[in-house]
Nanobody, 121 residues
Framework: QVQLVESGGGLVQAGGSLRLSCAAS????????MKWYRQRPGQERILVAS???????HYLDSVKDRFRIDRNNVDSIVYLTMNDLKPEDEAVYYC???????????????WGRGTQVTVSS
């Protein structure tokens, strides 16, 4: 079955850095678009970054100069490297896959359980 397991969250001071990891299994990772979302209490879940199978990336404007998404297709891991963290970055971060189970089949969206990022000022 499709599994997405986030790790790397924790407490960091404003201005610091964290790298989140998402270990993926149960689908053809290399042809599946991958995304990171975040959700703050009482707010909607928003897309932070995405990376497609050709490694094209898109970012939320507020993180564009500070965050980087990348993927390791050998180990089936997608990363979110977060630099210069700000209090407004504090959220639960979720890994999501538009998971391809076959080369030509449709992709369904799956979610990890999330990892908490706390930023102290």
């Amino acid at each position: 079955q499709v599994q997405l397991v986030e790790s790397g969250g924790g407490l960091v001071q404003a201005g610091g850095s964290l790298r989140l990891s998402c270990a993926a299994s149960g689908f053809i990772f290399s042809i599946s678009p991958m995304k990171w979302y975040r959700q703050r209490p009482g707010q909607e879940r928003i897309l932070v970054a995405s990376i497609d199978p050709t490694r094209r990336t898109h970012y939320l404007d507020s993180v564009k100069d500070r965050f980087r998404i990348d993927r390791n297709n050998v180990d089936s891991i997608v990363y979110l490297t977060m630099n210069d963290l700000k209090p407004e970055d504090e959220a639960v971060y979720y890994c999501s896959a538009h998971a391809k189970l076959s080369e030509w089949g449709d992709a369904d969206q799956y979610w990890g359980r999330g990892t908490q990022v706390t930023v102290s000022s």
